[in-house]
């Protein structure tokens, strides 16, 4: 028998978690069986039990990993408001609604987080919780907690307008929720 270090170990798991992530925003967690996201992972359905008590324990893995990896790439933005608003014009874009496996947890993985068990909706709530707190400390870096009340309108009217554009057929329709969307979040944070 073949021992691996724990550092292998470690980036394979955090290799599942990834590839699930992908996968659980493209096709929904309920429409992602564990021999889907391993093979995605390149393993065997075997390896999984090595690394997660249960695909619930994975689930709530992939929420955390997603919405830090989120907040860490908000740092690369401009600094303060134009920097939200650079993050509004790319969240409500048509590539971000056309990709979903590559985009928000939150406007892919929403309806379903809320049927699952409370691990995950607590890794959702820490996470959710830390984007609310970068968006206030943009709005108003002096004093975020006074933004908190208008962090989480622009949140929840961002993810909102992406989940309506993504669920038209009409293309044109689709496009035109989602500028308005951003309209709507910039005439917000004035």
């Known amino acids: 028998m073949v021992r691996y270090a724990k550092e292998h170990k470690q980036v394979t798991r955090q290799r599942i978690i990834e590839k699930a992530g992908h996968r659980f925003k493209q096709d929904g967690i309920d429409g992602s069986g564990i021999s889907t996201l391993m093979s995605d992972a390149g393993l065997t359905n075997g390896a ?46 048509p590539e971000h609604r056309d990709h979903p496996g590559l985009g928000c947890p939150s406007a892919a993985l929403l309806d379903e987080i809320g049927r699952c068990e409370e691990g995950t909706k607590q890794a ?4 959710a919780r830390a984007v609310v707190e970068e968006i206030s400390a943009r709005l108003t870096p002096e004093d975020p907690g006074s933004a908190r009340a208008m962090a989480i309108g622009l949140f929840t009217m961002m993810v909102g307008t992406l989940q309506l554009s ?25």
């Open 48 to 93: 999984f039990y090595a690394h997660f008590a249960s695909k619930d324990d994975l689930v709530a893995h992939v929420v955390t990993d997603e919405l830090r990896t989120q907040v860490k790439r908000y740092g690369t933005l401009r600094p303060g408001r134009p920097g939200l608003e650079d993050l509004i014009r790319e969240y409500l874009s």
């Open 166 to 190: 993504r669920a038209l057929s009409d293309r044109k329709f689709a496009d035109e929720v989602l500028e308005q969307g951003i309209e709507n979040a910039l005439a917000f944070m004035r």
């Open 124 to 127: 959702y709530t820490d996470g």
